[in-house]
């Protein structure tokens, strides 16, 4: 039991991954605080290809990127933060297209 509890305690170093998103947040943010406040616009993409996403999430927004059954990608930016969201209504429709094709 003891050991389970040091296991739960002990702090190792952060992961790689959290490190990497740590740095792009602080990217995005940065990228953004150094735009006149009048041309901020909270969302684009840093590091080249990595999108944020930082405005109020939307019920339109949410729609577009988490059910967008006739979305061309699986992937799609995040509805908050950095980074991609699985579509999953483009998933649904491609494995509804694939059984109903067996």
Do not use: C
């Amino acid at each position: 039991m003891e050991s389970v509890k040091k296991r739960k305690n002990r702090q190792g170093p952060p992961s790689l991954f959290k490190l990497v998103m740590f740095a792009l947040v602080v990217a995005a943010v940065t990228k953004e605080l150094q735009k006149d406040a009048e041309d901020r616009e909270w969302h684009g993409t840093v590091a080249g290809f990595v999108p944020y996403e930082f405005r109020f999430p939307t019920i339109e927004r949410i729609k577009e990127r988490v059910w967008d059954p006739d979305g061309d990608h699986f992937l799609s930016p995040h509805v908050f933060g950095v980074g991609w969201t699985v579509n999953v209504g483009r998933v649904v429709a491609v494995v509804r297209e694939k059984l109903a094709d067996s």
